[in-house]
């Protein structure tokens, strides 16, 4: 029993200075054991591993490629029952964490999305990626049946039982669409229990965001057609 925490680094070094005592200090009020895994790129970019030496956080290099890949390598390495995924670049605040935990726990879930779009929600993006995001959100739900408001953010706690039965094919950010449908098509009765629990949604602390708006939309255009013919086909 336990909590293991995730975060998917990019050169994030300064924001994990800034992230790692508040996340250890929100977490210690849930009663869990915990551990957090910091999952690096292959390479390292940064001093990244001497951050997690100094915070107490384990240092793992991704194994397969792109944003999907650190994602896979995070539930690979994951050793407590619940799995908390949240942005290492300090626009989820680690301060939700408490009640992001409650909520899974309380109420049975089978995944809970820390959410920008529900009643009391809050996103500081820049324009063109809310506008982006609403669309795409409203595509996915649609299409793929998932009965959630955010469903492109990765602030979430996960069964890592769940995880580690899925099989998941998507390489970038959309594989945060893909797990959803996965482990809904992994459940007997196809019904997938998402909580949500209102943030804010901040900008990174430090750094540029290393996402990419034209290959972004292209990219989730063709995932959706992939994951609607999975959705109908049941595989």
Sequence with gaps: MGISVVLLAYKEEENLR????QIKDQVKQTGEEFEILVIDT???????????????AKYVNQEEPAFAGAFKTGIQYASMDKFLILDSDGSHNPKYIPAIYDKFTKENCDVVIGSRYVEGGKTNDAKSSIVMSHILNGMFRFFLGIKAKDIST???MYHTEQLKNVSLS??????????????????????LKIGEVPI???KRIYGESKRRLIPFILSYMKTLCRLTISRIFGG
């Design 18 to 21: 800034v992230l790692l005592p």
């Design 42 to 56: 292959e390479k390292p970019l940064d001093n990244t591993k001497g951050v997690c030496e100094e915070f107490g």
């Design 154 to 156: 990765d602030y979430r």
């Design 170 to 191: 998507c390489h970038n950010y959309d594989v945060l669409q893909e797990v959803l449908l996965r482990l809904r098509l992994n459940k007997p009765d196809k019904k």
């Design 200 to 202: 804010e949604f901040d």
